[in-house]
């Protein structure tokens, strides 16, 4: 059973950076392809970006792209989102969450979230 804690979330206001952590404990960590989604009000929680195991492939939803980084540190188990260039758009809960490397569809695990909001 891996456990997920994010942290890093906060109030920024349009066109500033964050950093999000997200630390996981309970597993192997370097056996999990690892993933960011979000959820703002009123909406379905969407995918933003995804790592695989090793660092050496990563994805992003088209509106992202250039703006966010993700990046895994396996020797602290840990997974991170660099958040660039924000837009009052971005702002949403953000979940990080876990699934066995290979794996396809959903994920297994997931993080209890961590608020992001943007001011215009």
């Known amino acids: 059973q891996v456990q997920l804690v994010e942290s890093g979330g906060g109030l920024v206001q349009a066109g500033g950076s964050l950093r999000l952590s997200c630390a996981a404990s309970g597993g192997t960590f370097s056996m999990y392809t690892m993933g960011w989604f979000r959820q703002a009000p009123g909406k379905e929680r969407e995918f933003v970006a995804t790592?695989?195991?090793?660092?050496?492939?990563?994805d992003y939803v088209d509106p992202v792209k250039g703006r966010f980084t993700i990046s895994r540190d396996n020797s602290k188990n840990t997974v991170y989102l660099q958040m660039n260039s924000l837009r009052p758009e971005d702002t949403a809960v953000y979940y990080c969450?876990?699934?066995?490397?290979?794996?396809?569809?959903?994920?297994?695990?997931w993080g209890q979230g961590t608020q992001v909001t943007v001011s215009s």
């Open positions: 790592i695989t195991w090793s660092g050496s492939n990563t």
């Open positions: 969450a876990a699934k066995l490397r290979g794996k396809p569809g959903s994920y297994d695990y």
